[in-house]
């Protein structure tokens, strides 16, 4: 009787391994591409290592997926047993396995601070590591980032950056292209404007001519003397008041930190209309006074001017306002038209601005 009841129960708790592997399929963890999970290291290979994320085969983390920045040994990021996130990169293999990056994850959380940063207008600091024909490249937390060469404040050739650290603003932070690019000249000239002030004479040097006006280097910066701001009377080109390297006495009448823009003017520091043409020396020795004169008119109260009206004896009904639902509909689509097209024209000169600074 013992016996028999022995053999019964074996036959009835029979357990394959079939069994097993869908009784494995029914607790299973289903990971995709683009899944961020928490793994533990159980196994470090010459190019990479094992993880335990919980699926039935480990999953391979290779070795360029280790970090933003470059690794040589598995060992300078990860350690046995060490568990952290993990960003599952690609499906599983023939043979199950998963692949996993842990430099997706950083490059996400670098693009969300370098937004941040850009979001707050911080300046940051970035040692070159290279430079090329455009300009030169940085790195900011971990990302790759572009100076044009139009956007370097400095006399240095570019070759003989490499290893330099400098202020850096942001000019364009683009996740989605991957650009990053910031500018030395824009951090520069913040620091120098918080330093300045409109109507402000500055003794500057002449940097370079063009037809539209002289650039003058200013304590480091460059600010740009406008043809039009060199005097009263109409001059044909800068090249017949100024020469390269020429000393000059010049005031500053516009400070734009957005753009890292400083303008400057002569022509609001002569006495009489011409004297930059006839004697610049002049009208540097009274600079002074004439920027004295020129900082009380411009902190001077607007004059009001008091018109009499005649008294209004007529009344007026005024209507309610109207309802939402009375305005006709084909004149709300045409407002809603003319503001997406004015958006258009408003973006169209952002974008030209944009090329003619770059």
């Known amino acids: 009787m013992i016996n028999r009841a022995k053999t019964a129960t074996a036959t009835n708790v029979g357990f394959t391994h079939e069994d097993f592997a869908k009784l494995l ?37 290779p070795i360029q997926e280790m970090s933003i920045n ?19 990169l690609a499906d599983e293999n023939e043979e199950g396995q998963l692949t996993l990056s842990i430099r997706r994850i950083e490059y996400m959380r670098a693009w969300e601070r370098v937004r941040q940063l850009q979001a707050e207008d911080a300046t940051v600091r970035s040692l070159i590591f290279a430079t090329n024909r455009g300009g030169a490249l940085v790195r900011i937390e971990g990302l790759r980032g572009f100076i044009p060469g139009s956007h ?19 000019l364009e932070v683009d996740e989605d292209r991957n650009r990053l690019v910031l ?24 940097r370079g001519i063009k037809p539209y006006g002289a650039f003058i280097d200013i304590g480091g910066v460059s600010g740009l003397l406008h043809i039009s701001e060199i005097s009263h009377e109409h001059i044909e080109t800068p090249h017949n008041v100024f020469n390269v390297n020429d000393e000059v006495k010049v005031m500053i009448i516009d400070l734009d930190a957005e753009r890292g823009r400083i303008s400057l003017s002569t022509k609001q520091l002569e006495a009489e209309p011409g004297d930059m043409v006839k004697d610049p020396q ?17 902190n001077a109260p607007p004059a009001v001017m008091e018109i009499a009206l005649p008294a209004v004896e007529e009344e007026y009904e005024v209507p309610d306002a109207m309802e939402e639902a009375e305005i006709p509909e084909e004149v709300v689509a045409e407002e809603v038209v003319a503001e ?6 408003v973006v169209a000169e952002v974008e ?4 003619a600074e770059a």
């Open 340 to 345: 997406e097209v004015i958006s258009e024209e």
């Open 183 to 206: 500018s030395h000249r824009r951090a520069l000239v913040e620091r120098k404007m918080n330093k300045l002030e409109v109507g402000e004479v500055v003794i500057g040097v002449v």
């Open 152 to 170: 370097i404040s400095t006399r240095k050739p570019k070759e003989e950056l490499v290893g330099e650290e400098l202020p850096l603003k942001f």
């Open 282 to 298: 002049l009208v540097y020795d009274k600079a002074e006074e004439m920027a004295a004169k020129y900082r009380e008119q411009l």
């Open 352 to 355: 030209e601005e944009t090329v």
């Open 25 to 61: 399929d029914k607790y299973d963890y289903h990971f995709s591409p683009g899944d961020i999970v928490a793994g533990t290291v159980f196994s470090i290979e010459p190019r990479g290592a094992l993880i335990d994320i919980g699926a039935k085969t480990a999953a391979y983390i």
């Open 70 to 88: 470059r690794v040589d040994q598995a060992e300078e990021v990860l350690q046995n047993n060490e568990t952290r996130e993990f960003f599952i």
